[in-house]
C-alpha cells in the first residue's frame, strides 16, 4: 500500500516561504524549536506555516524526524532543505542503523521503523543518518534525550533540574544558556538559575492530552505555542497505508 507523494511543486512552495520569512527577520534574534515530527508532514507543514508568521531566524530540531507517521519522505525533505541544524532522535537512529540501536522499541514502533527503512529515499536516508547526537552553538545545547543518554533518557518537566542543573555546573555546560532536549512530546520550560530548560514538545505526535502540533518560540521570552492541523489526513493516510491503528487514533487525543 502507498499513498500518493506531496508534490515538489508544494513542498518547494513551502521552503520558498519559510526561507523568505527567516531572511526578512535575518536579525530578529528569534528563534523556534520543534521536535518529535514523526513523520507526520500535516502537522510540520502547519507548523512550519506559523513560524513563517512569527518573525523568526533560525529554526532547530531536537530530533525523531520519522518514526511512527505516514510521510517519512516529506518530513526529511523539509528539513534537509531548510538546512535545519537536527540532532538524531531514537527513531532517526534506529531507521539508518538496523541493529545498532540499544533503544527498546514497543512493536507498533518497531513495525513502522522497519517500514521506514524500506520507503525512506536512499539520499534522504543519507541525510538523516548525518545528524549529531548534540549541538552547541553560541550558548545553546540541543539533544534528543538528556546530556547523560543523547538518545534514550526520557526527561519530564520533574527531572529537569536535577539532570540540567548538574549539566550546567559541568566544564561542558557551564557556558551554556539555553539547553532543548525532546523525546518526551510532553512540553515545557523550566528556569534554573538564569539558564533555561527547554522541551518544544512534539510537532507530529503530542502526548499531553492536546491534539494540537507543539513547538517553541524563544527571544526574549520563552514561548509554547500550539498549532491546528488536518488530523484527519495524517489518521487517514496511517489507515491508507496499513500501519498500526493507535497510531491513527491517538492523534485525536494527544495521548
Known sequence: MSVERVSREELDSLVSNVQESR??????????LISDIHSNYWALKAVLEDISQSGVEEIFCAGDVVGYGPRPNECCYLLKTLQIPTVMGNHD?????PGKSEFEFNSEAELVNIWTRHVLDKSLQEWLSFPPFEYRNDGLYIVHGSPRDNLGEYVSKEKSEGIFGKFF???EGKDLKLAVHGHTHLPYIKEIGDRIVVNPGSVGQPRDG???ASYALVNAETELKRVEYD????AGEIRELLLPEKLASRLFIGG
Not at 231 to 234: N, P, W
Open 23 to 32: 531572511e526578512k527577520n535575518a536579525k530578529s534574534g528569534r528563534i523556534a
Open 93 to 97: 537512529y534506529s531507521v539508518t542503523f
Open 169 to 171: 555546573e559541568s566544564e
Open 210 to 212: 492536546n491534539p494540537r
Open 231 to 234: 488530523i484527519e489526513k495524517t
